[in-house]
T-cell receptor, first 110, second 112 residues
Framework: DAKTTQPPSMDCAEGRAANLPCNHS???????VYWYRQIHSQGPQYIIH???NNETNEMASLIITEDRKSSTLILPHATLRDTAVYYC???????????FGSGTQLTVLP | ETGVTQSPTHLIKTRGQQVTLRCSSQ?????VSWYQQALGQGPQFIFQ???????GRGNFPPRFSGLQFPNYSSELNVNALELDDSALYLC???????????FGPGTRLLVL
């Protein structure tokens, strides 16, 4: 699976949009971009995933660049409960496992 | 719909002992994957069970073993516990081998 690069930490003001970047410059055509988050000492929570097109669900939006070498997870109106470590994972369609990196610690400030 | 559940939530063992952790998959999910998360690190893949058979393993020794039952629930067994086995053990279920994985709350194991 392709390697991902994320900033180690970010802050965001409550009520504002949180934009979390992820670089995956070696991604191949059959690899999906997945986002999970992990609130302290809990199990990771699935957020969203996509292949080529932008995706949106009730939690977030995923914007993938046209060359697929980077993506951005957008939490439209961040709340204090969104404070967590966010993991960007690239996974082939035939990969059984998720390979987690270090993630981004997002802190939402009041 | 019930999500993924794990038991126990916390466990303390001593070095050399054996431990069994349990996972109930989400309704309709036939695949269970296990991960180990050491303090301050991301989860590491241990293995996956699909239709009661081990279906892929990460870089973990044979003393880590598992089972999956006909109802798709699963157990993770660790023999000859070492201090470095202290970690959060996570179970994730999915509709199939390559589908989106949904995680349980984890079992925190402390080996003394």
């Amino acid at each position: 699976d392709a390697k991902t690069t994320q900033p180690p930490s970010m802050d965001c003001a409550e009520g504002r949009a949180a934009n979390l970047p992820c670089n995956h410059s070696t991604i191949s055509g059959n690899e999906y971009v997945y986002w999970y988050r992990q609130i302290h000492s809990q199990g990771p929570q699935y957020i969203i995933h996509g292949l080529k097109n932008n995706e949106t669900n009730e939690m977030a939006s995923l914007i993938i660049t046209e060359d697929r070498k980077s993506s951005t997870l957008i939490l439209p109106h961040a709340t204090l409960r969104d404070t967590a470590v966010y993991y960007c994972i690239v996974r082939t369609g035939s990969a059984r496992q998720l390979t987690f990196g270090s993630g981004t610690q997002l802190t939402v400030l009041p | 719909e019930t999500g993924v559940t794990q038991s126990p939530t916390h466990l303390i063992k001593t070095r050399g002992q054996q431990v069994t952790l349990r996972c109930s998959s989400q309704s309709g999910h036939n695949t269970v994957s296990w991960y180990q998360q050491a303090l301050g690190q991301g989860p590491q893949f241990i293995f996956q069970y699909y239709r009661e058979e081990e279906n892929g393993r990460g870089n973990f020794p044979p003393r880590f073993s598992g089972l999956q039952f006909p109802n798709y629930s699963s157990e993770l067994n660790v023999n000859a516990l070492e201090l470095d086995d202290s970690a959060l053990y996570l179970c994730a279920s999915s509709l199939g081998q390559w589908e989106t994985q949904y995680f349980g709350p984890g079992t925190r194991l402390l080996v003394l």
